[in-house]
């Protein structure tokens, strides 16, 4: 379950502390060098312009994720991008070249190229192709390694040059640069430590120090591992102060966590033919969590008609301008839903948020400032009513998918349109209301000139307080993309970054998340298994009739005198071939598949039917009592008749799950649930795939 | 601490690192011009010439320029990454060296550049300062004002860690809009070339937006206290570089009495003769507050100033009045920022108390380039003092261009684009012009001309066509000769000229 701590990845580092908590540690734990590391120049160039560029991706346009579901539990993924080695700017390119290499012909050089990052438990081997199927060449992990550790080095170096007390003498980071260098190169040594053998998430780092009683001694002679460890501990405290650290400490806190946990996927990709198209299969996605057992047991155990959902989540780079996620199963299951949504804007929504609630906070300062206010109040409704066009925009597109699906979810079932002025609108949106109703009579109100003195309205204060909460919880910066595939058995979304990018200097990767339900669609085993039984019940009513010569006992006490046949090995014959050869007929899939969990209830229709029908053979075999057997008989057809009615709520229950109009999970975005008036209870997916911090 | 999921800061310093050792530089060389605007050799060189052009240097090119020009003197600043790592403290910077033209001096160094100043990722709040709706002929009472002003804002920033992007006075003003001016702009009134303005702009983590609050309230007290107007960037979605939101309007009576109250003996004249202090070093918040603030301590005002960080390292360049009374010439010197102070008090001709040192560790190793004194001169008209009467008078044109590095540099750009218009024009001047070297290896750039019509026309729409007319024809002009200038392909070329600031691209420098 390796994916599993990935996800929690983030709620461990909070409780960590200290961000560079790990490189403090090896600090404390190295011996101490006595000669500087040596690394090439070279190196260190290469590797910073690795990070740079593995960071941003912008050098693929384009990024395809293809899913198969191999069985419960495991996905495969083949991953295929599009590089553009013309986005990568002319002087980087020159640090990138493989050095010695010069294609055959005397052509034009190759380069290290950044495609992906992923995270180092995932050791199964990556082999990178082109479009032509050849294996293209790949940088080593511990080549990556060696590299990224030179550009870390490197950078310390720069932040300790242009540090402001490099010229003071007496400070720890003139002491790093130009006296004590003993303790740059043991910073330098944690650094390269880490990078090589990687961290821990989310735990400390076992250090031979947590063996070993040391003897306390006092502040250590100049020049003794205490002092040169000291310093080293004193320089990274100026270096990245504590207070204030949004400036230097996180962001180089960050990279260093993304460079112990992760590896660079580097090919090396000639520059004679600048675009490429590469492709290669990631390893394979164990399942993250399985719902629990006694809903499991629910859904397995009643006449649900049960789906099985699927949810998917991966991150993509902020830079990706196309993101193409297709989906295939096999052929006997149907793709029920297909739905991705993505937090392109949330960003931006969490920004606008904060504005909205420390706008609210400072009422009275700005309150004296009659035109500041205006001017932020206007900023604010600009946003949001842009925010009210976009997902007014996702929302007729899911509507539209709605309409084409093979069995269509209509019109009929969306919630009638309401007109709002622009008081009652801002009467809604002060209680907190961000429903896209109200969001999108915002926006028209805006567009419209409607909303021109929002400073002297009822919105400026703490209306603004429930605006960011009704905006948080309607998770209006989700956006959503539906499935295009024609197929029955695939599935196909197509994102595309938005032409307006609404947090423009973000690199933060977009996590996309995509659900999906698969279901067995006409023809159905269920529609084979309700004939079946109904024919055995059928076969059971005639078997009665015949031995009892009418239909009186079905509802008659009386019992015929002839009752127990004169030849019972035929009739068990026909109880016991006819179930079998229907049975056979059926084609029951294993159950480690998804078509397997699909079944399973309606594999038990079937064997419980089997099992009435053996029961009654037996029954007739053995026993020799008229008032018996015809009691067994109405039995066995009173237990076939409510296998049949189960059938039936199978394929009402059916109804129901193509009819809903909106997925019952918690990732689909709440304003689209709010949109269709969907109250229903949303509940866990069978499998959850978490693909985050790989691509 | 908290690691925030953000990693858009982490990338910003991956990209800074790789630039920074990609170009094997560890440090950044840069050369600054100083010199009259328009003397009687013509006008100031942009660029040096290479003493050797045998030698095949790969980074001939500058990565950033930048070129500003006000009361009639002028500073150009080239920056290239160099190799040289092995200098002492932060920054150095040689010798003046005389380039030939008269009171034209050049000063070369080098610059650890900050890859800690990170501030892509940070929203820009652009402010607008109006401190008068005359012409723009400062006194020595209103440089002073001016410098206070400069050292209050950029103090206000400094005190949330905000950097300062760019700092320019003077500047084109924003005539107020009418209610019925909206739209694409056409109707508005044109502008003046230069007024007494003062534009700048911050960088603020979007995510801090009570940060930014505090700020813009403070400011708006600041307006209030001092009288002067006050304008913001219009922050609605949507909007473009050059739509101005007004706070306050300018208040002209509070701000003579501001004036009057604060600096009560300083001379009510308009200095005849200033000198271009260029102040340089790594790039830090609170620099600014740092150097005009030991400035005004020692009753030195700011005439002009333009301030911007290009490769990580700060360029302060300030207009400094000289006292009328001081008959010494003043000649150009380089050297430390402590060493340069008395010299400057000298320039200023009297001394108050001494200043208060705490502030200046900031830059207490950065390195200044002193001009020699030189003659000012002041616009004479302005749409407001002189359209009405002889027509005359000095338009304002934004260029904003994008071309592949190594390519045509921008001296030789804005050659040709002062060519271009010259059929249309009596007079075209370069008042700023910045270029940087962005992502991707294209060079972006912005920079306003300051042009007299060759047709003098009163009407306004009769201009505004006039102006519209020049720029196309020169702009077109233009397109077919960078190409064949310098061998690029033509589909790579952008540019654009245009009489209103709002109609360029944005092009997401500061300039």
Known sequence: MTVNLRGRSAVADRSAGDPLDHLRTLIQALPVPTAPMTFPSRDAALGLALMDLSFRLDHLPRLSEHLTLMDRGHMSRVISVDVDLDLISPRLRNTLVVPGEAAPGGGAAALWVPVSRYSRRDLAPVAIRDSSGEVVPRLTHRDANRVTAAAFVALLSMLINAHEDVAAPASPIHQLRHTHQRSRWLIEAAITELIMVGSPVGQRLHSPLDHAALAPRGEGRPGDSRSVRALALAGLDTLFPAEGGDHMMVPFARLLQLATRQYILVAQLGLDRPRRFLTWEAPLLPAQHRPAPLQTLAKNMLPVNREFVVEYETEIPRSVKAYHLTLEVRQEISVRRFLMS?????????????????????????????????????????????????????????????????????????????????????????????????????????????????????????????????????????????????????????????????????????????????????????????????????????????????????????????????????????LLLVPGLLLARLALPSTRSVLGQLHKYQRSLAAASVVVTTALAIAIGTVRSDLEMTRLFQVALAVLIVILVCCLCEFYARRNHRSSSVPRSARVPRWLRDARRSTRRVVEPDDFFDARGEV | MTLPASSTKSSELARIAAEAAGTSSASVRFAVIHGPANGNDGPLPMALEDPDPDKEDPDAFPTDFLHFSAAGLSVS???????????????????????????????????????????????????????????????????????????????????????????????????????????????????????????????????????????????????????????????????????????????????????????????????????????????????????????????????????????????????????????????????????????????????????????????????????????????????????????????????????????????????????????????????????RLCRGDVVRGRAKLIVMLSQEHRDHNAVQRLLTDATDAAQERLRERLPALGGIDAGKVRLRLSPRERWLTYAGISA
Not at chain 1, 357 to 374: C, D, I, N, T
Not at chain 1, 517 to 535: F, K, N
Not at chain 2, 361 to 386: E, F
């Open chain 2, 77 to 435: 600043t080239s920056t290239w990454p160099s190799a040289m790592s092995a200098f002492s403290g932060r920054v150095q910077i040689g010798l003046p060296e005389h380039t030939g033209r008269r009171d034209t001096f050049a000063y070369s160094g080098h610059a650890v550049p900050n890859p800690g100043f990170i501030h892509q990722s940070t929203r820009k709040v652009e402010v607008l300062i109006t401190l008068g709706n005359t012409h723009w002929s400062p006194t020595y009472r209103e440089a002073l004002m001016q410098a206070l002003i400069i050292e209050k804002l950029t103090g206000l920033a400094a005190e949330r860690g905000a950097p300062v992007l760019h700092l320019h006075t003077p500047v084109a003003p924003v005539p107020q809009p009418h209610g019925s001016d909206r739209g694409d702009g056409s109707n508005e009134p044109l502008r003046d070339a230069v007024g007494p303005c003062l534009r700048f702009a911050i960088g603020m983590d979007p995510r801090m937006s009570g940060t930014r609050l505090d700020f813009e309230t403070e400011l708006a007290a600041l307006a209030e206290e001092y009288g002067f107007g006050l304008k913001l960037d219009d922050q609605r979605f949507n909007r473009v570089r050059g739509e101005w939101f007004t706070i306050r309007g300018f208040d002209r009576e509070r701000y003579r009495q501001a004036r009057g109250r604060l600096f009560p003996e300083v001379p009510v004249l308009t200095p005849r003769r200033a000198m271009i202090a260029s102040v340089v070093g790594p790039s830090r918040t609170g620099t600014t507050a740092a150097a005009v603030g030991a400035l005004r301590a020692r009753g030195i005002g700011v005439l002009a100033a333009s301030i911007s960080s290009m490769r990580k390292t700060t360029f302060i360049n300030l207009v400094l009045p000289v006292d009328g009374a001081a008959t010494s010439p003043f000649p150009q010197w380089s050297g430390g920022w402590l060493d340069a102070l008395p010299r400057l008090e000298q320039c200023a001709g009297h001394r108050p108390a001494a200043a208060d040192e705490s502030d200046e560790g900031l830059i207490a190793d950065w390195k200044v380039a002193l001009s020699p004194a030189m003659r000012c001169t002041y616009p004479q008209s302005s749409k407001q003092t002189g359209a009405t009467t002889t027509g005359r008078v000095p338009y304002p044109i934004w260029l904003w261009w994008q071309l592949p590095y190594r390519t045509v540099d921008t001296p030789a750009l804005l050659a040709e684009v002062q060519a271009a218009l010259q059929p249309h024009t009596q007079r075209c001047e370069v008042a700023y012009a910045q270029s």
């Open chain 1, 342 to 574: 993505s937090n392109v804007d949330d960003e931006f929504v969490e920004v606008l948020a904060q504005d909205l609630e420390s706008v609210a906070g400072r009422a009275e300062p700005l309150g004296g400032h009659h035109k500041l206010l205006e001017l932020e109040m206007q900023g604010i409704a600009s946003r949001l009513a842009e925010l009210g066009r976009r997902r007014l925009i996702d929302l007729a597109s899911y509507e539209a998918y709605l309409a084409r699906l093979p069995i269509p979810v209509g019109l009929g079932s969306a919630p009638p349109h309401r007109e709002l002025t622009s008081d009652e609108v801002i009467a809604a949106l002060s209680e907190g209301d961000c429903s896209l109703e109200v969001l999108a009579a915002f926006c028209a109100h805006y567009a419209a000139d409607g909303l021109q003195h929002l400073a002297r309205t009822g919105l400026a204060g703490e209306a603004l307080v429930n605006i960011a909460d009704g905006l948080r919880a309607a998770q209006v910066g989700w956006d959503v993309t539906t499935d295009n595939d024609p197929r029955e058995h695939g599935a196909h979304a197509h994102w595309r970054r938005p032409s307006v990018e609404l947090s423009p200097q973000s690199t933060e990767p977009v996590r996309a998340f995509a659900y999906m339900a698969l279901a067995d669609e006409a023809p159905a085993l269920i529609e084979s298994i309700t004939r079946m039984v109904a024919g055995l019940a059928l076969m059971v009513l005639g078997i009665g009739t015949l031995l009892s010569g009418g239909l009186d006992w079905l509802y008659s006490s009386r019992v015929a005198d002839d009752f127990v046949p004169e030849q019972p090995d035929a009739v068990v014959a026909v």
